[in-house]
Nanobody, 124 residues
Framework: QVQLVESGGGLVQAGGSLRLSCAAS????????MGWFRQAPGKEREFVGA????????YYADSVKGRFTISRDNAKNTVNLQMNSLKPEDTAVYYC?????????????????WGQGTQVTVSS
């Protein structure tokens, strides 16, 4: 069982930056494919980005490409989401997720474990 906990959310002005972290207990995150998703009020959950295991191949949604960066910190057993040039439309609850097996990175059904989420609010 993997327990994921997101942190780093908050309120930021448009154009600002935030860094989200996803920490795990019970397992080493380096052996899991990791994804970030978000869900805005009244909208469906949306894929943000993902990182594979050994090769650390990255995938991003077009809406965040060039602004968001996913990275692993294996020493801290965390996966991070650096968000720059934030826009009001980035406002959402952000979730990290872990997958034991590689599948469709953009689909939520690929992932076995989910965190509780952290709120990101971008003001205009």
């Amino acid at each position: 069982q993997v327990q994921l906990v997101e942190s780093g959310g908050g309120l930021v002005q448009a154009g600002g930056s935030l860094r989200l972290s996803c920490a795990a207990s019970g397992r080493t995150l380096s052996s899991y494919y990791m994804g970030w998703f978000r869900q805005a009020p009244g909208k469906e959950r949306e894929f943000v980005g993902a990182i594979t295991t050994i090769s650390s191949v990255l995938y991003y949604a077009d809406s965040v490409k060039g602004r968001f960066t996913i990275s692993r910190d294996n020493a801290k057993n965390t996966v991070n989401l650096q968000m720059n040039s934030l826009k009001p439309e980035d406002t959402a609850v952000y979730y990290c997720a872990a997958a034991s097996r590689f599948g469709a990175a953009r689909m939520g059904s690929t992932y076995d474990y989910w965190g509780q989420g952290t709120q990101v609010t971008v003001s205009s």
